[in-house]
């Protein structure tokens, strides 16, 4: 039984054989169906703007059933455990189950109690592999190799499983990653960083800007995201003509996290990595479920 809780489930080969199915499946926008007579059930007990319709998507172009568990509706809220849920669901024979929880390691927990592949949508602050998976696919295809690459991860890096999963990845694959937040959004750690932008501007190949993720403080952090903005925002006035690579997991905090002239221009590649998503999901799917 193949489960995708964290980046590390995937050897770096199994990434890279991911990563040419995936654009196989890029050249080819008609696929054959792979997962026809295949069951999938997505859950997710904390909202998605993407994820969910991306894993949808992906099912469904490759000819799988797809079933989605409402969870405002399910037995969750008549006080099922998470485990009867999970053991109800896996009793009608899927053969993934897709989950997305608040809380760090619900999926590592379900996957214990169920017979078929658990993929993680994302959990807490700890991890969101597909989406480091497609990150990373939309990196290669611009930088190419990562290699000795500099990448800045910026915003709230310590509430956010985006990067997490980044950090391990990237790292993988070479890349340098520096961190650059506000104090208060710096986990503990032993990469580079630094608090002022300006100061790596000239020497990263991308940015991966993150949302300030409000749901997951205990207190407010910054008086406000204005304030915050002043100091991180993405703008052509910080990169200039500089040839740099813009990323964000979305949902994106206009003219907090990124300006909308930056979200316009093409170095910013927020719309590639949605497209690259379902791609790099329908492969992902095809290597859990069809081996
Ligand atoms: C992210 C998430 O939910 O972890 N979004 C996503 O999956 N595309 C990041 C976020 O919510 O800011």
Sequence with gaps: MRHL???GDLTTEEILSIFSTAQRFLERP?????????????????????????F?????????????????KSSTQKGETLYDT????????????????????VPHLLARHIGCSLINGGDGAHAHPTQALLDLFTL????????GKRIAIVGDIKSSRVANSNIELLRRFGAQVVLVAPPHFLPETDLPFTYNIREVIDSVHGIMSLRTQTERHHRPTYASLK???????????????RDIVILHPGPVHRNIDISDEVLADPRCK????????????????????DG
């Design 5 to 7: 809780i964290t980046t």
């Design 56 to 72: 949808e998507i992906a099912a469904k172009r490759l000819g799988a059933e797809v079933v989605h568990l409402d969870v405002s």
């Design 270 to 289: 927020v719309l590639e990595q949605v497209k690259n998503g379902v791609l790099v999901r329908m492969a992902v799917l095809v290597k859990l479920i």
């Design 140 to 147: 290669r295809y611009h930088l190419g190799e990562l290699k």
């Design 30 to 54: 008609n696929p054959p169906k792979l997962l026809q007579g295949k069951l999938i059930i997505t859950i997710f007990f904390e909202s998605s703007t993407r994820t969910r319709s991306s």
């Design 227 to 241: 304030d915050y903005a002043r100091d991180f925002c993405i703008t052509k006035e910080l990169i200039g003509d």
């Design 86 to 105: 999970a053991a109800n669901l896996d009793a009608m024979g899927p053969n993934a189950i897709i989950v997305r929880h608040r809380n760090s390691g």
